[in-house]
């Protein structure tokens, strides 16, 4: 039995075969077509590969979108597609998925994958620097879910041009937050240095209330504030 004690580590380490039995019995587990993604960016990728979600992660990303009954979405970061094919296949009626990237060729492999899944006329694909494309849309808060998965140094930046733009209870996610438990290096690389000074900026930030769950490579939620709410 996990005690109850809150300063106590109550996660459990997942073996493969616990792995597999949670996707199991979450239905979680990725369905032919996300296979096949995961597979085809293993052969055409193989030393970035591991730069796809986890499929418990992309299978929450469709589930918080339907959760919000989201029908505005920003990603940063596309790689081959995976999460914004689960982004987008969560999206309400009408609804539409803005993904930034600046690889022609990794997202060509993307764009294969959505026509396969049906989701095509709900993603609009940028190409070129993100924070140009964040800059150029409306200022006002207009989005119901972010998320950022893209280079490490240009969290900070990110954040601040998708946090004004988040609808009050809009909802920001960002990945790799644990960075493969580097963050707590007593010195870390460049890219987990990065990782932990976005994490402390983030914390500091009170438009937004917080969250950062062990999942997968560490993941923030970030809730925008109505008017008059105070961070918890």
Request: glycine share 8%; aromatic share 6%.
């Amino acid at each position: 039995m996990l005690r109850n004690d809150t300063l106590t580590a109550r996660n459990l380490a997942l073996t493969p075969e616990l792995h597999a039995y949670l996707l199991d019995q979450g239905r979680m587990t990725p369905d032919p077509v996300l296979a096949e993604l995961i597979e085809h960016t293993h052969k055409a990728i193989p030393d970035q590969a591991h730069m796809t979600v986890a499929p418990e992660e992309g299978a929450l990303l469709t589930f918080l979108v339907r959760l919000l009954g989201a029908r505005s979405i920003v990603e940063v970061g596309t790689f081959t597609g995976y999460s914004s094919l689960c982004l987008a296949r969560g999206l309400a009626p009408g609804g539409s998925l803005i993904t930034c990237d600046v690889s022609a060729e990794w997202t060509a492999l993307a764009r294969d994958f959505w026509a396969r899944a049906g989701v095509t006329d709900r993603i609009e694909l940028r190409l070129g620097d993100a924070l140009d494309t964040l800059r150029a849309m409306p200022a006002e808060p207009h989005l119901d879910l972010a998320f950022i998965d893209a280079d490490k140094p240009g969290y900070i930046g990110y954040w601040e041009e998708l946090v004004p733009r988040l609808r009050p209870g809009g909802l920001l996610l960002v990945d790799n937050t644990l960075f493969n438990g580097e963050v707590i290096d007593d010195k870390p690389a460049p890219k987990p240095a990065a990782v932990r000074a976005f994490n402390e900026h983030a914390r500091k930030d009170d438009r937004v209330q917080l969250v950062m769950l062990p999942l997968a490579d560490g993941l923030t939620m970030a809730r925008r504030l109505p008017s008059g709410e105070f961070p918890a």
